[in-house]
């Protein structure tokens, strides 16, 4: 069946550092990969998301582009700040369900 | 609009006890999930409801869980004798048709302790 594999953290950087988080995904076929993010007290939320291979998703300077060579879907930014200081889970649908696997998720922390 | 809404926000029980986690999905979603999220870990699926379809129930990690949906509204998630593993936030989420192309749109949860 489909799985994801994350990155584990938690991830510390300095405000406007570069982040990237790790994605990679066994799949049947080319399902849909999405990233959701987790802000402190808040609930989970769709942060970006790709359709088809090669595709790129971008959000709030978040992007990840879905690789199908190397099955991956990593998350970048160019410069995080500390408001984006959250848990950042990858996933993708199991089958031709829309019910997602869920990575374990990596807590970033920006720090001023 | 109006996002999805789940009640109890938070719940205290005892062990052996029932608890019953209610949802409100977005009007018009045709697609509800249950996931459960312990601490410190990913989200697992629990259940999923599609129109009038036969629910997908493969998730469910005992007899001791069932859930129910009225149509395409409002789904109930029952816990019977729960247990102290049971602690975890109940996530629900709705899409509007189940895709495996749909956003999927998370409630706030809810914040089971079973003492």
């Known amino acids: 069946g489909n799985s994801v594999t994350q990155m584990e953290g938690p991830v510390t950087l300095s405000e406007e550092a570069f982040l990237t988080i790790n994605c990679t995904y066994t799949?049947?076929?080319?399902?849909?990969l999405f990233w959701y993010v987790q802000y402190p007290g808040e609930g989970l939320q769709l942060l970006l998301k790709?359709?088809?291979?090669?595709d790129k998703g971008s959000n709030k300077g978040f992007e990840a582009t879905y690789r199908k060579e190397t099955t991956s879907f990593h998350l970048e930014k160019g410069s995080v700040q500390v408001s984006d200081s959250a848990v950042y889970f990858c996933a993708l649908p199991s089958g031709n369900t829309g019910k997602l696997i869920f990575g374990q998720g990596t807590t970033l922390q920006v720090k001023p | 609009g109006a996002g999805v809404s789940q009640s109890p926000s938070n719940k205290v029980t005892e062990k052996g006890k029932d608890v019953e986690l209610r949802c409100d999905p977005i009007s018009g979603h045709t697609a509800l999930y249950w996931y459960r999220q312990r601490l410190g870990q990913g989200l697992e699926f629990l259940i999923y409801f599609q129109g009038n379809s036969a629910p997908d129930k493969s998730g469910l990690p005992s007899d001791r869980f069932s859930a129910e949906r009225t149509g395409e509204s409002v789904s109930t998630l029952t816990i019977q004798r729960t247990q102290q593993e049971d602690s975890a936030v109940y996530l629900c989420?709705?899409?509007?048709?189940?895709?495996?192309?749909?956003?999927?749109?998370f409630g706030p949860g809810t914040r089971l302790t079973v003492l």
């Open positions: 989420a709705s899409s509007p048709a189940g895709s495996i192309q749909d956003t999927q749109y």
């Open positions: 790709a359709t088809k291979a090669d």
């Open positions: 799949a049947t076929g080319y399902p849909s």
